[in-house]
């Protein structure tokens, strides 16, 4: 008889930590890929034109470290901004989450930009960039990579600077931050 208890005990917990856990970026980047007020591109580092550049030590290092990005766009309209503040509002509580670090904020003319990295402080399994504009809609970009560390994203920005990428292969997501 006690082990009939203990079982269905084992078994609510296990079902109210499966349901009250919350989505993860990973959940909703793949939910709302098909959603047509979004835009989503992944972006592999190869596709940079990094490697033809003419690259310091730690560039070349901060190259190494970084695996992809994955962008998710939503482009806010007349005709959308009630779902633009709910899937705003579902973001935000997403990166609420403890997982993430912040790492910091920002205000620019586009709009408030925040970055967050999800691993340990000197081996970064992830860096998640959000940005939102009341006017155009918000961008989420996760970098994904092995062992990123903070001071590579600098020296990521350095070495694309150097290369000769000009923004192909992002098609309505350039329009987007453009326009």
């Not at 047509?36 to 034109?49: E, K, M, R, S």
Request: with cysteine.
């Amino acid at each position: 008889m006690n082990r009939i208890k203990i079982s269905l005990m084992i078994t609510c917990l296990l079902g109210l930590v499966a349901c009250s856990s919350t989505q993860s970026l990973q959940e909703y980047y793949v939910d709302n890929s098909s959603n047509p007020n979004f835009l989503t591109v992944d972006i592999p580092v190869g596709i940079l034109d990094i490697e033809k550049a003419d690259l310091k030590t730690e560039e070349r290092e901060a190259l190494d470290s970084l695996d992809k990005l994955n962008i998710l766009a939503f482009k806010k309209s007349d005709a959308n901004g009630a779902e633009y503040e709910v899937e705003r509002t579902k973001i935000k509580a997403i990166l609420k989450n403890s997982k993430f670090t912040e790492l910091m904020r920002m205000n620019t003319e586009y709009g408030k930009a925040t970055i967050k990295y999800m691993g340990d402080d000197d081996a970064i399994d992830e860096v998640i960039i959000y940005g939102d504009s009341k006017e155009k809609g918000f961008i989420v970009v996760r970098v994904l990579g092995d062992d990123m560390n903070p001071a590579h994203l600098v020296q990521f920005i350095k070495a694309l600077e150097k290369s000769n990428y000009k923004g192909e292969g992002l098609g309505e997501l350039g329009e987007f931050l453009r326009g």
